[in-house]
């Protein structure tokens, strides 16, 4: 969700820095359901949240790059969150074989033992 937010941040300032759009209207998010109307006053400078309630100014390339590397971020942790989920997966199956092993194992021996008895009470005058 994060990547798909930051992506669009990146489209967006693409879309608003391109030269035609100099003194477009436009709403501004005051809130998720309140929007302001406002005039794009200069097209190379974005205000981007930097985290924790700070908020920087930025060129649209300064803006883009910022973005781009919070993507490759959220990419690179995600190939290693696939790495150990496959990791613990692997451990988790040779752990559910060794478990069959040993219950394979158990219902052996004691189905030996049942035939043991059955042995011993046919043999065993009465």
């Known amino acids: 969700m994060a990547k798909g937010k930051f992506t669009e941040c990146i489209d967006d300032i693409k879309t608003v820095s391109q030269a035609g759009n100099e003194g477009q209207k436009l709403l501004v998010p005051a809130s998720a359901s309140l929007y302001i109307p406002g005039k794009i006053v200069d097209n190379n400078k974005f205000t981007v949240d930097i985290g924790t309630g700070y908020y920087v100014e930025k060129s649209a390339?300064?803006?883009?790059?910022?973005?781009?590397?919070?993507?490759?971020?959220?990419?690179?942790?995600?190939?290693?969150?696939?790495?150990?989920?496959?990791?613990?997966?692997?451990?988790?199956?040779?752990?559910?074989?060794?478990?069959?092993?040993?219950?394979?194992?158990?219902?052996?021996?004691m189905s030996k033992q049942q035939q043991q008895q059955q042995k011993r009470s046919r043999l065993q005058p009465r």
């Open 61 to 109: 390339e300064a803006a883009i790059a910022f973005y781009q590397k919070k993507v490759d971020k959220l990419n690179k942790e995600s190939v290693q969150i696939q790495d150990i989920i496959k990791e613990k997966t692997q451990y988790s199956l040779s752990i559910e074989a060794q478990i069959r092993q040993a219950a394979i194992r158990q219902h052996e021996a």
